[in-house]
């Protein structure tokens, strides 16, 4: 199908949802809004015309360098129909402490991704059946993928003891 026949499938259906919408390179991207989230991802998979069936990949963008205004981050899901192979992305506008409902319930593959995106950057996915750090230590302190987190880590410029690896 069309990119341009998918986008007037889903502005038909939901035409409130869709805040802004870019045909980059072939691939389309539709950016969502908050409130028919859910509804416009359920959409995207049960729709026997969509059927975008296979999500390839949930990926977080801090935006905090490049805008100064809110929201600061995007949340970007990546899926593919694997009946036309359509692709698609779905961007959805986060602010710093705003939940953003799982679509785990919808795709599984969503499980282990929200779990990532949760533990780099800090956003959490209500609703999530485990929602814990994945790549991280448990009592790790903050998300090594946001643009303002230490990349020399916090104590960079301080003495260590390279046997036991504390601080002097």
């Known amino acids: 199908m069309e990119n341009v026949k998918i986008l007037e499938r889903i502005k038909a259906e939901f035409p409130e949802a869709v805040i802004a919408d870019q045909d980059c390179c072939g691939d389309l991207q539709v950016t969502l809004s908050q409130d028919a989230f859910i509804e416009v991802m359920q959409f995207l998979h049960d729709d026997e015309q969509l059927a975008f069936d296979l999500l390839i990949d949930i990926l977080a963008i801090d935006n905090s360098a490049r805008r100064r205004k809110p929201p600061r981050f995007e949340v970007v899901y990546v899926m593919i129909s694997m009946d036309s192979f359509d692709r698609l992305l779905v961007k959805l506008p986060v602010a710093e402490d705003e939940d953003v409902p799982t679509v785990a319930g919808i795709?599984?593959?969503?499980?282990?991704?929200?779990?990532?995106?949760?533990?780099?950057?800090?956003?959490?996915?209500?609703?999530?059946?485990?929602?814990?750090?994945?790549?991280?230590?448990?009592?790790?302190?903050?998300?090594?993928?946001?643009?303002?987190?230490?990349?020399?880590?916090?104590?960079?410029?301080?003495?260590?003891?390279?046997?036991?690896?504390?601080?002097?």
Do not use: S
Not at 135 to 156: A, I, N, S, T, V
């Open 107 to 168: 795709w599984q593959a969503a499980d282990w991704a929200e779990r990532e995106v949760f533990d780099m950057m800090g956003i959490r996915f209500a609703g999530h059946p485990d929602l814990r750090r994945i790549l991280m230590w448990d009592d790790f302190e903050g998300y090594p993928q946001r643009k303002d987190f230490p990349l020399e880590g916090k104590d960079f410029d301080e003495t260590w003891d390279p046997d036991t690896i504390e601080v002097l």
